[in-house]
C-alpha cells in the first residue's frame, strides 16, 4: 500500500493552520496535467525544480566567493539549499505548507547569472533598452519557457503558487515584479517565509564564509550586538577563533533569528485572525518579519557586512573582473553571432539577438564563462 495524494491532502488540511496553503486548493497549471496519484500539486513541483539544468549550474555559481577560490565557501546552489532548510522550519513551526515554501526556495535563484550580483548588473546593464535583466523575472521565464524537458509544453508547468511565490520573492536585493500575478496583493505566507529564509541565510552563511577566508576577524566584530551575543552564548574569549567555536557561533546565530521570526510571527498572525491564505495576501504588511529589537540587530550585522566583506578589495577586484568578463562576451556575440553555439542560433529569430545572447549568457557557470572567456581572447587557447 502507498499513502494517495487525497491521502497527502487530507493530513495537509488536519495539519496546516486556517491560513496555510493547501496544495488541493491551487489555482492549477497553465497546461492541464493528471495530477500524480502519490504526491501532491507541490511535490510534484519541487521534484521538476530539483531536476532541470538550471539547478544543477547553481553547483558552480557565485555565492559571494567565486568557485575556484576554495572549496568550502557557499555557491549559489549550497545557498538555495540553506535557505530551503530555514523555509522548512519555519513552515512547520507557523503552520504553513512546507512544499510550497521548499519550492519557492529551490526555484527563488534558479535564473541567476554567473558571478553573483554583479553579473546580473552586468547584463541588466547591456539589456537595459532591450527589457533589461533581474534574475527574478529570468528564475520566471526558465520555469515557464526556457527549459525544455515536457514534449507537451515548454517549462516546467509549475502551479500558479508556486510561480506566484516566485515573482513575489523580495528581499534587499531583489524588487518583485507581480504584474501578472495579482499584484495589488502581497505574497502568502509560504512566500514571505521563503523571503525572510532567503535573507537569514545569506547573512548568516556570508558572516562564516568571511571568517573562515580571514577578511572578517573577530576583533572586527566587536561592538557589534548579535556577535556579542553569541560570544557570551558560548563564553568565548578569543583573540583566536577555532573552527568548531565558529560553527557554533553560526548555529546559534541561525537560532536566534529562526526563534525571534517564529515568536513575532505568531504574534502577528494571532492579531491579524486570519482564517485563509487570501487574509494573509491582503494585510499591508508581511507578518513574518523580526522583532523591533531584532530587526534593529539584524540590520546592525547586515550593514557591517556589506561594508566589511562585500566591499572588501578583494570581493571587488572579482567584481570588476567578472564584469568586464560578461560585458565582453556579450559585445563579442553580438558583434559575430557566428560565434554562439549552432544550437542558440535558432534562437535568435524568436527571442531577438540581444536576448538570445543575454539567455545564454545568464545560463551559465563561473567556470563556463571563464573558460569561454579564454577561448575567445586568449590566442593561446584553442577555440
Known amino acids: 500500500m502507498y499513502i494517495t495524494r487525497e491521502q497527502l491532502e487530507a493530513i495537509e488540511d488536519q495539519t496546516l493552520a486556517p491560513y496555510g496553503m493547501r496544495s488541493n486548493q491551487s489555482k492549477g497549471r497553465i497546461h492541464p496535467e493528471t495530477e500524480p496519484a502519490y504526491r501532491t500539486a507541490f511535490q510534484r513541483d519541487r521534484d521538476r525544480i530539483l531536476h532541470t539544468t538550471a539547478f544543477r549550474r547553481l553547483e558552480y555559481k557565485t555565492q559571494v566567493f567565486i568557485n575556484y577560490e576554495g572549496d568550502y565557501f557557499r555557491t549559489r546552489l549550497t545557498h538555495t539549499l540553506e535557505v530551503a532548510q530555514v523555509g522548512r ?38 539589456m537595459k533598452n532591450e527589457g533589461g535583466f533581474d534574475h527574478n523575472r529570468q528564475s520566471l521565464r526558465i520555469v515557464t519557457e526556457l527549459e525544455q524537458r515536457y514534449p507537451d509544453f515548454p517549462g516546467l508547468n509549475l502551479s500558479w503558487e508556486v510561480r506566484e511565490g516566485m515573482v513575489k520573492h523580495e528581499s534587499e536585493y531583489d524588487l518583485a515584479d507581480a504584474s501578472e500575478y495579482d499584484p495589488e496583493l502581497g505574497g502568502n505566507l509560504e512566500t514571505q517565509i521563503a523571503n525572510v529564509s532567503d535573507e537569514l541565510a545569506y547573512t548568516t552563511h556570508d558572516l562564516d564564509d568571511g571568517l573562515r577566508s580571514g577578511m572578517i576577524t573577530p576583533s572586527m566584530l566587536k561592538g557589534v ?104 562576451l556579450f559585445e563579442n556575440y553580438r558583434s559575430e553571432p557566428l560565434m554562439l553555439p549552432e544550437h542558440i542560433h535558432s534562437l535568435i529569430e524568436v527571442r531577438g539577438l540581444d536576448r538570445t545572447i543575454c539567455d545564454y549568457i545568464a545560463g551559465m557557470t563561473d567556470r563556463f564563462a571563464i573558460e569561454e572567456y579564454q577561448k575567445l581572447f586568449n590566442p593561446d587557447e584553442k577555440p
Open 225 to 328: 550586538g548579535l556577535w556579542e551575543m553569541l560570544r557570551e552564548s558560548i563564553d568565548w574569549r578569543g583573540p583566536n577563533l577555532e573552527d568548531l567555536d565558529r560553527h557554533r557561533m553560526i548555529r546559534r546565530l541561525v537560532g536566534l533569528l529562526v526563534t525571534d521570526l517564529v515568536h513575532n510571527a505568531d504574534s502577528l498572525l494571532n492579531a491579524a485572525n486570519a482564517q485563509a491564505p487570501l487574509d494573509i495576501q491582503k494585510l499591508n504588511r508581511s507578518v513574518i518579519c523580526y522583532s523591533d529589537e531584532m530587526q534593529s540587530r539584524n540590520r546592525e550585522l547586515k550593514d557591517f557586512l556589506f561594508n566589511n566583506l562585500y566591499r572588501h578589495s578583494r570581493v571587488v577586484r572579482m567584481q570588476v573582473k567578472a564584469e568586464r568578463t560578461i560585458s565582453e
Open 89 to 126: 522550519t519555519l513552515a512547520r513551526a507557523l503552520g504553513a505548507n512546507e512544499d510550497l515554501v521548499e519550492a519557492i526556495c529551490l526555484a527563488h535563484d534558479l535564473g541567476h547569472s554567473p558571478f553573483g550580483h554583479s553579473g546580473e548588473l552586468a547584463l541588466a546593464r547591456l
